[in-house]
């Protein structure tokens, strides 16, 4: 895509070329992209313009004193598969600018909170106006996929944060699965983030998805090839499974039996080159390890960064009284589809049943009464799910049929 193209032309030159489908509900949060694209174009500071476009005007090196407010940015809110992060993605890459960043909201605020630990151990003044400072000048556009709020610790400082830079000049762009109303639902403290949630809707343009839309994730034709960053890789899952898609029974292998074993056994050598260890962007793990334990997203970002395909073995039939595990699995496989890898599994189970209830559906609190509400609340908060007194097992599953297990597909 040429630097400072239309993203609108961008976008239908891809529809009539086949490359992508035809979407009226993409093109419609393409048009509105392409509105703040105009915007950032024409935009011009209070202070005395400076050659170079806006992103110069309003950082460049002689300016001084504070820079006025960028041009409104843009919330883009849908359901999931619906080509959110792909249209923001064209946006980013039609801006004819080096100063902008394009990052998964959760990684950014892990780097935020890592910034904040150096910052107050060095005794710089506030951390959060120096790391907002910082991104303004590096990056007055800043896109965020997947923006969610699941921690107390990032509810508590995204207002200031987020006030910070946009005072600064900063633009957002961001994907979300919620609208700014729903999010951080039923979290802890909520009261003290609604501010949060006022600033984001003065400082962006809400721009909702239709309800009906399709979810493109199930519909691809070709394996992804994340192998390119790792030199050396002895082999390449499309290269073991074949170029196209691979079936589900080829990467979910189920019950775990004998042959299931040996099947993952003979995948793993050929990707590794009979090496019993990872190799090449290869990794093989247990379920047990990745989330029964105390994992968090730190700990699978890294793992997404390392390796290009993961074999994952004896991942469980999971009903409620693992939701923990689940809430990790979730975690990691949002990880690992954020940075394209790919996953191959043995389990318990088929694919669409790897969460199920094992009694009649009841009323989830009153099955479970011996765990904290707080903690299930924030638990389902952390998995999107909108909480509204009780949830039933039939509205939980539905909700991981939806909005999860088509992820773990595409993984």
């Known amino acids: 895509i040429p630097a400072g193209q239309d ?18 509900s993409q093109r419609s949060a393409v048009a509105s992209l392409r509105d703040l694209q105009d915007r950032l174009n024409k935009h011009e500071p209070a202070k005395t313009p400076k050659a170079g476009g806006w992103f110069s005007q309003l950082f460049g090196s002689e300016q001084k004193g504070p820079a006025t407010l960028g041009p409104r940015g843009l919330y883009l809110v849908g359901g999931p598969g619906a080509g959110k992060s792909m249209v923001m993605d064209l946006f980013y890459h039609c801006i004819d600018s080096d100063q902008k960043r394009r990052v998964h909201f959760h990684e950014y605020m892990l780097d935020v909170h890592r910034r904040i630990h150096k910052l107050r151990n060095s005794g710089t003044g506030d951390p959060l106006v120096e790391i907002a400072k910082e991104t303004a000048r590096q990056s007055p556009l800043l896109c965020f996929d997947e923006f969610q709020v699941t921690d107390v610790a990032d509810a508590m400082i995204l207002k200031r944060l987020l006030e ?3 005072d600064a000049g900063v633009v957002l762009v961001t994907t979300s699965n919620r609208v700014p109303d729903d999010l951080y639902k039923n979290g802890l403290q909520r009261d003290l983030f609604l501010p949060c949630i006022a600033l984001i809707k003065e400082r962006c343009l809400v721009h909702t998805f239709d309800k009906d839309c399709k979810d ?61 260890a990872m190799a090449g962007g290869v990794a093989r793990m247990h379920f047990d390890d ?28 999971m009903t409620m009284e693992q939701l923990h595990f689940v809430r990790r699995l979730i975690t990691f ?21 790897v969460f199920t209830s094992a009694s009649q559906p009841r009323e989830l609190r009153s099955d479970h ?7 299930l609340e924030s638990a389902f908060n952390e998995m999107d799910i909108n909480c509204d007194g009780k949830i039933s097992w039939a509205e939980f599953q539905k909700y991981f049929q939806d909005r999860r297990l088509t992820a773990l597909i595409q993984v």
């Open 216 to 276: 493109y994730r199930l519909t691809g034709s070709a394996v992804q090839h994340a192998a390119d960053e790792h030199e050396g890789s002895a082999a390449d899952a499309g290269t073991v499974l074949g170029k196209s898609a691979p079936r589900i029974s080829q990467v979910w292998m189920a019950p775990l039996i004998q042959s299931t074993d040996h099947k993952m056994n003979e995948i793993f050598e050929q990707l590794v080159d009979g090496r019993k």
């Open 7 to 24: 993203v609108l032309q961008a976008y239908d030159h891809f529809c009539q070329s086949g490359l992508l489908e035809v979407d009226q």
């Open 290 to 317: 990745m989330c029964k334990e105390p994992r968090g997203a730190s700990d699978y970002l890294t793992i997404s960064h390392s390796f290009h395909t993961i074999l994952l073995d004896q991942v469980p039939q």
């Open 369 to 375: 009464r011996n765990v904290p509400e707080e903690w």
């Open 333 to 353: 496989v949002d990880c690992l589809y954020e940075r394209r890898c790919k996953l191959i599994c043995t389990a318990d189970t088929e694919i669409e049943n």
């Open 164 to 166: 910070v830079m946009t």
